[in-house]
């Protein structure tokens, strides 16, 4: 009776230790993925100014004496 207490108590420690580490590791991805979202989300914001400044680039290429009255 008594060793299948202890036995018992022995399980649920190592089941709540093993939780625990669980739960270590998936903060850990947490973060790794809130962190992954900001680089991309920067990168999304560099990639739309380049985008915007190659756009400006080219309305001077098209109109090199800048937008004519009739537009």
């Given at each position: 009776?008594?060793?299948?207490?202890?036995?018992?108590?022995?399980?649920?420690?190592?089941?709540?230790?093993?939780?625990?580490?669980?739960?270590?590791?998936?903060k850990y991805?947490?973060?790794?993925?809130?962190?992954n979202d900001?680089?991309?989300?920067?990168?999304?914001?560099?990639?739309?100014?380049?985008?915007?400044?190659?756009?400006?680039?080219?309305?001077?290429?098209?109109?090199?004496?800048?937008?004519?009255?009739?537009?």
């Open positions: 009776m008594m060793m299948e207490k202890k036995d018992r108590d022995e399980r649920e420690t190592v089941v709540e230790k093993l939780r625990d580490i669980e739960m270590e590791e998936l991805e947490i973060a790794h993925l809130r962190a900001e680089f991309m989300i920067e990168m999304f914001k560099t990639t739309l100014k380049a985008l915007e400044s190659l756009i400006a680039i080219a309305r001077m290429d098209a109109y090199p004496e800048g937008p004519s009255d009739a537009e």
